[in-house]
């Protein structure tokens, strides 16, 4: 199993993004999807976590300009940015709770990591 995270870049403040993360390979179900930032010089922060049953939640920092959705056909989360400030400045990185088959429990896969930076 593999997520490919993308959809980072430069962008102004009060702009947009939408980042993306695929997950490919053998997959019986995928749990909860979330988004993760890690500014420099800081802790990696929790952002945004969708789970399988529709549940969303928001770190209060982004509650208002970011919307996380998912793609349950092509097994796609995304993040849709907006407003966005020069603290967002950060990688972005996905994860997500598979089970590889239907005998297993559920392994938390991490995608690569996509950057993003909010500058004028």
């Known amino acids: 199993v593999q997520l490919q995270a993308s959809g980072g870049g430069l962008v102004q403040p009060g702009g947009s993004l939408r ?9 019986f179900s995928i749990n909860a999807m979330r988004w993760y930032r890690q500014a420099p010089g800081k802790q990696r922060e929790w952002v945004a976590s969708i789970i399988s049953g529709g549940a969303i939640n928001y770190i209060d920092s982004v509650t208002g300009r970011f919307t ?13 940015m907006n407003s966005l400030k020069p603290e967002d400045t950060a990688i972005y990185y996905c994860n997500a709770d598979i089970q590889p088959d239907g005998y297993s429990i559920s392994y938390r896969y991490w995608g690569q990591g996509t950057l993003v930076t909010v500058s004028s």
Do not use: E, F, H, P
Request: glycine residues 4%; aromatic residues 4%; charged residues 10%.
């Open 19 to 27: 980042l993306s993360c695929a997950a490919s390979g053998s997959m």
């Open 68 to 80: 996380i959705s998912r793609d349950n056909v092509v097994n796609t989360v995304y993040l849709q």
